[in-house]
Each structure stands twice: as C-alpha cells, then as structure tokens.
C-alpha cells in the first residue's frame, strides 16, 4: 500500500465518500428507554427503536449501529449516576472521557434492546462524579455488543 501525501479535502470533495448515516440516518433514528432495574452494582436498560433508518424500512432490516449503542449504555451511567448520587433531575454536563466498543455480533431486533451495566468503580469528588462501566447490549437474536466508558457528571 502507497503512502499518500498531504491531500486537503472541501465538504464538496468527500460528499459522495461520506457515509449517509452520519449525514441523514442518524438525525432520523429515535429510540426509547422502557425500564431501568438497578441492583447494587448492577443495572439493566430495555430500550426500543422508535424510529430506524431508513424512512419506511422495515424493522427486520435493522441493526443498532456503534453510535446508538454508545447513547444507550451512556444514557444508563448517567441515570445510574443520578440516583447512586441522591439527584432527582439533571442539571450538570456529562462528558465521556474514554470508550472502548466491540462489536461481537449484530444487534437486530428493533425493539426489547438489553443494556446491562456492571459499575467498576464510581466515586464522588466534590461535585464531580466520576464512573467506569462494562455494558453488554444484546437482544434476542444473539446479538452482543460489549463496551466500557468513563465518565465525569460534573
């Protein structure tokens, strides 16, 4: 393989190499959260496709993309995070600081989506939380999808 020089690329340029589900897909998707259960050091999401991509598809053409997969386990710390800190509403910024994704197998069933969170460690620091989860997606069709993420309420 060649190594290529210094290319300089316009929004015109990589327009037709982009990916159209960063460019559309993803402003069409919406998904729900249907019950959290939280067990110690444990918790557990159900969530649901509201909407997929592409307009009109039907549900059996889905697959829940790495990006969704990242929302949904995130969406889970940062409940986890409220309620482990005795918080009734969000007020403050979440940001992730690290991720690492591994998709094993395809998640495909649009809706009952299993989010499962093992904390490895939380801890509180004046107002800042700061949380490391290890998530597994699946679904019912033997997807998996295995993440970790830190991250900071602050």
Not at 12 to 26: A, C, L, M, P, T
Not at 99 to 121: D, G, N, P
């Amino acid at each position: 393989m060649d190594i290529l020089q210094m290319i300089r690329l316009s929004a015109n340029d990589v327009d037709n190499i982009s990916s159209n589900y960063i460019k559309e897909g993803r402003l069409h998707e919406s998904w729900q959260i249907n019950e959290v259960i939280i067990e110690g050091e444990k918790a557990t999401m159900e969530a649901s496709m509201i909407r997929i991509y592409p307009p009109g598809a039907s549900k059996k053409d889905f697959h829940l993309s790495i990006y969704l997969a990242e929302e949904m386990a995130s969406q889970l710390m940062i409940i986890y995070g409220h309620i482990w800190a005795g918080l009734t509403e969000k007020k403050d910024e979440v940001w992730m600081v690290e991720s690492h994704t591994k998709s094993i197998r395809s998640v495909t069933r649009a809706e009952h989506i299993k989010v499962e969170m093992e904390l490895q460690a939380m801890r509180k620091r004046g107002n800042t939380i700061f949380g490391i989860g290890n998530y597994r997606i699946t679904d019912d069709q033997g997807g998996l999808i295995e993440l970790q993420q830190k991250g900071i309420l602050s």
